[in-house]
Each structure stands twice: as structure tokens, then as C-alpha cells.
């Protein structure tokens, strides 16, 4: 996402695609003051990384959501690039620049870690005999220290009541 001086622009695309595909892209447009969607505007924009400039026409979505635009392109190169938002809302106009797009990556040049397999969630935990006697044994001791720190304070407490 990148903010300018009259709005902001957050760029959604797919999570993963490559050089020489197309790629559906869809941008929110919100007032940079409201935090509100903004509709009616004139949004272009242009993708640029080292010698490569494409420049994308975004039209405004027909659907119920205010402040959906979207464009189409096709990637040439798997070079980071950079995108420049022109927004022309009225006597506004505004240029937002986001940066970190890659071909390849899941977001802004980041790479995350690989989803796990179908039906697997959590951390994967596994109890090698030794660890499970280890952890009873834990598991003992604690009980112990509990069972003789109640028992002192029982006794203790039961003497002074008696010695008054």
C-alpha cells in the first residue's frame, strides 16, 4: 500500500504468479482524510523496474463495494518493480507510489513460509519415550513440592493458633 498527499492505495494481486502471465490486480482507493472509499475517480497507474515502464488503466469495479478499481497486465520481467498511482478525483489529483513487486513473491518483496499440508495445523509435537518419562518425572516433582509447601503451612498455622 502507499499513501499520498489526498488518498491511498492498497494493491491486491494474487498470492503467487510469474513472468509472462497475466495478472488481475485490484486496487482500493480510500480518501487519505476519512479513511473512506472513494468513487468516481480517474485511476491509472504506472509499473516501472530498471529499464521496463508499462503503464495500466484501471476502471472502477461494477459492484457494490465503493473504491474498487481494477486493471490487467502482463508481466515481462521477474525484476522487482515499482508501481505510481495517478488519482484524479475532481480538483483533487495525487500520485501514490508503492514499491516491492515481484513476480514470484507473495507480497511487497517478502518471501513467507510455505502453507502447511492439507488437514495439518499447529506445530507438529513428537514424544520420544524418554521425553514422556521425563516430563512425568516433572510432572512428580511438582506435585511433591506442592503437597509438602501445603502441608508446612497447614502445620505451621495450626501450632500458633494452638499456643495461644
Excluded at 23 to 46: I, K, M, R, W
Excluded at 81 to 104: C, H, Q
Excluded at 108 to 119: K, M, N, R, S, Y
Aim: net charge negative; proline share 6%; aromatic share 8%.
Amino acid at each position: 500500500s502507499g499513501q499520498g498527499e489526498h488518498f491511498e492505495v492498497i494493491l491486491k494481486f494474487p498470492s503467487s504468479f510469474a513472468s509472462g502471465s497475466d495478472l488481475a490486480l485490484t486496487a482500493y482507493v480510500l480518501d487519505g482524510a476519512t479513511n473512506e472509499p472513494v468513487q468516481g475517480a480517474t485511476v491509472s497507474a504506472g509499473m516501472s523496474g530498471g529499464t521496463e515502464s508499462i503503464v495500466v488503466p484501471f476502471t472502477e469495479a461494477a459492484q457494490p463495494i465503493a473504491g474498487v478499481y481494477q486493471g490487467t497486465i502482463r508481466l515481462v520481467s521477474d525484476k522487482s518493480s515499482s508501481w505510481l498511482f495517478d488519482i484524479t478525483l475532481g480538483e483533487k489529483n495525487d500520485l501514490v507510489a508503492i514499491d516491492g513487486f515481484k513476480a514470484g513473491d507473495k507480497s511487497t518483496g517478502a518471501p513467507g513460509p510455505a502453507p502447511p499440508p492439507a488437514g495439518k495445523t499447529g506445530y507438529d509435537l513428537s514424544l520420544t519415550p524418554t521425553a514422556i518419562v521425563v516430563l512425568l518425572a516433572a510432572f512428580a516433582v511438582l506435585q511433591a513440592a506442592i503437597f509438602f509447601l501445603l502441608r508446612k503451612k497447614c502445620t505451621s498455622g495450626g501450632s500458633a493458633k494452638e499456643s495461644r
